[in-house]
């Protein structure tokens, strides 16, 4: 700390330095006048105890500390008289100028330090204090320029219902004046018109919720212009016994959520006559000829999905079928899905030639081919799996085409099940090699079953899938069964496994039963 020495003997400034030597860093000066411009130098630093001579030439030590005090910058410089006089009325004259103590000259050298000790942590102390209140008005200034330009609320309320602190927040949510926040009641009375909002608060201000518990609840309130509104606040209570309101206005939050689920909606309906459009173009449930029985289950997931079978006509003696399966979910899915449905429906020349006069099928390996012309990945950003083939009801003759689909199985009336062997790239990847065909003979009594993923990927309440082998399983064991009741126990077993929970992707089984060849 710095201490300044004021005398106007040399000798005795040389005295006083000597005895405080390592006390801090020391100034003398040789008249109070060059003291008092030496404190009042901003370029210098602060002075924190002046050892102040009380008879010198020009100006006294007295009015020297009273011109001290009487500066806001130095009033709490703390001064030490260094007299010779020790009569009472220098004494008094000193201590009336503002000297905090007074030491007989010549000093010893304890009396000395003691004293200028306490000095020093008395200018210490003041230095705390004052530097800690610069500190909390800086906070106060923050804190209130918080609650000025927060749109939030906050208001406390003691324990008797008396509101004891309301921010400008309040007025500025509820658009009304200060003293409409004198108690609970009266604020609740005028500013929630519903009963059920109003007695709700009011056992909250009579009960209060234990200190460090937080409740938080929206309520609808009107303004001052009667129009509805709606707020959120949390309430919570000091250990004095006071309540915290910290109040949000919400209104445009709800107006906002009220619109999103108004769209929700509207895209929900959307979503849902997708879904029926989707069901619409299923096969319908019906023989075609004594030669071919069919049966399908088809459980959408929560979503749209792009799963599309069918099964029709190719003429008079022949039948088409195919399962597809377009890559994710949604909207995109399922419009690629339809339009594929369109491609292939049976009276295009995309799978009948009738250049020649006569019905010709096309065959599968062209028609996927087509399919891969006409879908590139890089037109949708989608692919697919397909599986197609065409069956001859004359002679039971099937060829088919695989695009990465899950191969499907032929269970033969008299023989082992096995799955189709040929199976070739996805649509939609340009640069694949082509897909080869694939021929098989259908006896009386065989059955066909094409799967989507959907069922094998199918996973139970621990996460584990469906898989292959259940359902190769559960197809072996139906496999003297008509085709409808095959379908329909593969489906059961799936929705047992998922414990009636919605399957995660489409759920696609269609199946084909040669009863005998077309006469």
């Known amino acids: 700390m710095r201490i300044a020495v004021v005398d106007d003997s040399e000798t005795f400034r040389a005295y006083l330095q000597g005895l405080l030597a390592g006390r801090g860093e020391l100034s003398a000066f040789d008249t109070a006048g060059d003291c008092l411009v030496a404190l009042a130098d901003p370029a210098q ?10 008879i010198m030439p020009v100006m006294d030590g007295l009015e020297a500390t009273r011109r001290i005090k009487a500066d806001p910058a130095t009033a709490d410089v703390p001064v030490i008289m260094v007299t010779v006089s020790d009569d009472d009325a220098s004494l008094s004259e000193a201590f009336a100028a503002g000297a905090m103590d007074y030491i007989q000259k010549p000093p010893r050298k304890p009396e000395l330090l003691a004293r200028v000790d ?31 330009y927060s749109h939030d609320g906050i208001a406390v309320a003691g324990p008797d219902g008396r509101f004891t602190f309301v921010s400008p927040g309040m007025e500025r949510i509820f ?35 234990a200190p460090g518990h937080v409740w938080r609840r929206l309520y609808p309130f009107a303004d001052k212009n009667g129009q509805r509104r709606a707020c959120q ?30 769209k929700h909606n509207r895209h929900q309906k959307d979503l849902d006559a997708a879904a029926e459009i989707q069901q619409s173009l299923l096969p319908r449930r019906f ?59 049976y009276q295009r020349s995309t799978l009948v030639d009738r250049s020649g006069g006569a019905i010709d099928v096309v065959p599968p390996e062209t028609v996927l081919s087509r399919l891969n012309d006409e879908f590139p990945f890089t037109k949708f950003q989608k692919f ?28 033969p009336a008299d023989g082992p099940m096995a799955e189709l062997p040929e199976r070739g790239p996805i649509i939609g990847l340009a640069g ?20 989507s993923d959907g069922l ?64």
């Open 384 to 411: 697919f799996t397909i599986f197609y083939m065409t069956i001859d009801l004359r002679t039971g003759r099937a060829i088919y085409g695989n695009a990465g689909h899950p191969a499907p199985w032929h269970i």
């Open 45 to 54: 630093p602060p002075v924190d105890l002046v050892l102040m001579d009380l």
């Open 175 to 209: 658009g009304l004046p200060a003293d409409t926040y004198t108690t609970a009641d009266r604020w609740l009375d005028i500013v929630f018109p519903d009963l059920a909002a109003r007695d709700d608060l009011a056992d909250i201000f009579h009960q209060r919720p």
């Open 287 to 345: 023989t075609m000829s004594d030669a071919l029985r069919f049966a399908w289950e088809f459980v959408p997931c929560h979503n749209i999905g792009g799963d599309i079978f069918n099964v029709f006509p190719l003429g008079p003696h022949h039948v088409g079928l195919y399962m597809l399966d377009v890559s994710g979910h949604g909207v995109a899915s399922s419009l690629v899905a339809h339009s594929v449905y369109n491609f292939m429906h």
């Open 432 to 451: 694949l090699p082509p897909i080869p065909p694939g021929e098989l003979l259908l006896a009386p009594g065989d059955k066909l079953l094409a799967i």
């Open 456 to 519: 094998a990927d199918s996973r139970d309440a621990k996460g584990e899938s469906f898989g292959e082998e259940r359902i190769a399983a559960i197809a072996a064991a139906q496999a003297q069964e008509p085709v409808d009741v095959l379908v329909t126990a593969l489906r059961r077993a799936a929705d047992d496994f998922r414990q009636a929970a919605p399957p995660r992707d489409d759920l696609s089984l269609l199946g084909v039963e040669f009863i005998r060849p077309k006469a």
């Open 233 to 262: 606040i949390h309430f919570s209570t000091m250990p004095s016994g006071d309540l915290i309101l910290n109040i949000q206005d919400m209104t445009l939050f709800e107006k906002q959520k009220e619109d999103l689920v108004k």
């Open 118 to 148: 306490s000095a020093l942590r008395l200018k210490a102390a003041i230095d705390a204090r004052k530097a800690r209140e610069r500190e909390i008005k800086a906070e106060k200034e923050y804190i209130a320029a918080i609650l000025e």
